[in-house]
């Protein structure tokens, strides 16, 4: 399925680094993750429990943290999606034989509770990442939002206070993201825009700051283009919020009905992933600029909390399980988008891809004990130099890379400077067929000990696999040189490739 071609012409690429323009802070939180409570996301893809066979710290898996560590994971949202919605905290609280089973209305099966507030927090510490907690909106009071918050941050006397230390946890936790609902249009309830904007402002009032700590409040956003929707909530609560935000996900055919698969496919359906996928950065353009109407300082984030490749189920137990295979194409999907989020990065403060394990387009998919970083994982980690760092524009004439009668841009790339001064391009080649010949000058700074790694693989569709884990993985790049003081590189088709010098 689509070996790169022999002999391919190159097409050709000038590019300008404005090192001479520097922008704002890339937040770190847009290469956060997230995790729910839906098929083996949590239950055996972080929590195995303390008495398991496999290696772990207090029940959480000890190689799927290891893993994640290496990617420097900064803000992690938890427990859903729409299970936020039927999320009650309590039950997650106290000695865990004594919590109570109950059915996953979203997802099917049976939740244990066994993996709850205080666990959940562990993690979050054992990763270095911050908590992100969705409230419970579609069948949860104002109250026990409000309750669940003082539990986890109140340093008084009160009663929830000490309920959260009786059950292990002397200090409170530091709480600097919490969603209001999640779909409030769809799985959390129903929603029009009027009546959600009305509930939102009446629910955040009750998520309150205790004991220094600041709580940043999130608005749930509408469907992909629902532009009213943003408008009614910009309108009607941009006081109340600190965030709104954005789910997209990319599916080939972009039909719910028929996904496509994400393992067979053919440069039909390569092609038409990326087109869906780039309409990310149009996404974020629209809704950015209703927001910025009614915020023009934009004090209020884009919190693109959900995105990330969609596929139709795989046959075999994970179906309705949202388990999925990823290939070359997510790794390519995962630069384009991250590339979208660094230049979008004066308005897009956090993104969080759907889901950190086993779930939708993971970093990591495990089978009982054994574990595999997909080539999603790689590109987080080799992408992660942008975190925090200064935003460098990029000006580029590329050609586009056309299929039937599409056309998407053949190349994407964002660039920063971190606080050492080293700067850092990643470039995507999303042309399976042609190398891109890229010559890169830099207007205000020299480049010098350039050094960089590429991930590609000789099909669109390989994959790491339990038995062959390494099959797409980074290595050192190697087709770059400094030449009279411009870079030049020659991009293999269908690869991710982050320079630093
Ligand atoms: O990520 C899977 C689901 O997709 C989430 O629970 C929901 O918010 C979205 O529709």
């Known amino acids: 399925m689509n070996a790169t071609a022999q002999n391919a012409e190159p097409f050709k690429v000038e590019m300008v680094i404005r090192a001479d323009q520097p922008r704002g802070t890339i937040n770190r939180n847009i290469y956060g993750q997230f995790t729910e409570h839906l098929g083996r996301g949590v239950y055996e893809g972080l929590w195995v429990g303390e008495d398991s066979l496999i290696p772990n710290t207090r029940g959480i898996r000890n190689d799927v943290v290891a893993a994640l560590k290496r990617i420097s994971v900064p803000v992690l949202r938890w427990p859903g999606g729409c299970f936020a919605d039927e999320y009650h905290w309590r039950d997650g609280i106290g000695p865990r034989d004594k919590r109570p089973r109950r059915s996953s209305a979203s997802w099917g099966g049976v939740e244990t509770n066994a993996f709850g507030t205080h666990e959940f927090m562990d993690l979050c510490e054992m990763l270095g990442a911050e908590p992100y907690i969705g409230g419970n909106v579609g069948s949860a009071t104002p109250q026990e939002m409000m309750e669940w918050v003082e539990y986890m941050t109140s340093d008084s006397d009160s009663d929830l206070a000490r309920l959260r230390r009786r059950n292990g946890r002397e200090k409170p936790w530091k709480l600097a993201h919490f969603a209001v609902g999640n779909e409030p249009w769809g799985c959390g309830g129903n929603m029009r825009a009027d009546y959600y904007a ?152 956090m993104a969080n891809i759907a889901q950190m394990v086993n779930v939708l387009q993971a970093m990591i998919l495990t089978d009982k004990e054994r574990m595999v970083l997909t080539p999603t994982y790689h590109i987080f980690e080799m992408y992660k130099a942008h975190q925090g760092a200064t935003l460098i524009p990029v000006e580029m004439t590329a050609p586009e890379y056309r299929y039937g009668q599409a056309s998407v841009p053949s190349l994407d790339a964002s660039a920063s400077r971190d606080q050492q001064g080293r700067f850092h391009l990643s470039l995507v080649n999303l042309n399976p067929n042609l190398p891109a010949q890229i010559s890169v000058r ?11 790694r590429v991930l590609t693989a000789r099909m669109m569709n390989d994959l790491n696999t339990f038995d062959r884990p390494d099959a797409v993985s980074p290595v050192q790049f190697k087709g770059v040189a400094i030449q009279g003081g411009a870079i030049t590189l020659s991009l293999p088709p269908k690869s991710v490739v982050v320079l630093e010098f």
């Open 198 to 349: 009305d509930v939102y402002r009446q629910y955040s009032t009750f998520v309150k700051n205790h004991s220094g700590n600041r709580v940043r409040r999130y608005a749930s956003g509408g469907i992909d283009t629902d532009f009213k929707w943003t408008e009614t909530l910009m309108a009607q609560a941009t006081q109340q919020m600190e965030g709104f935000s954005l789910h997209f996900y990319t599916l080939p055919t972009s039909n719910w009905e028929r996904k496509g698969s994400a393992t067979e496919f053919g440069e039909a359906e390569w092609h038409a992933t990326l087109a869906r996928t780039i309409r990310m950065e149009e996404l974020i353009r629209q809704h950015g600029a209703i927001m910025d109407k009614y915020d023009p300082q934009k004090r209020v984030g884009l919190i693109v909390d959900e995105w990330g490749t969609w596929y139709d189920p795989a046959p075999g137990p994970d179906r309705g399980a949202l388990y999925q295979q990823n290939s070359l194409r997510d790794a390519v999907v995962a630069g384009v988008n991250l590339n979208i989020f660094n230049r979008r990065s004066d308005r897009v403060q």
């Open 442 to 452: 830099v207007v205000g700074a020299a480049p010098k000990n350039l050094t960089g």
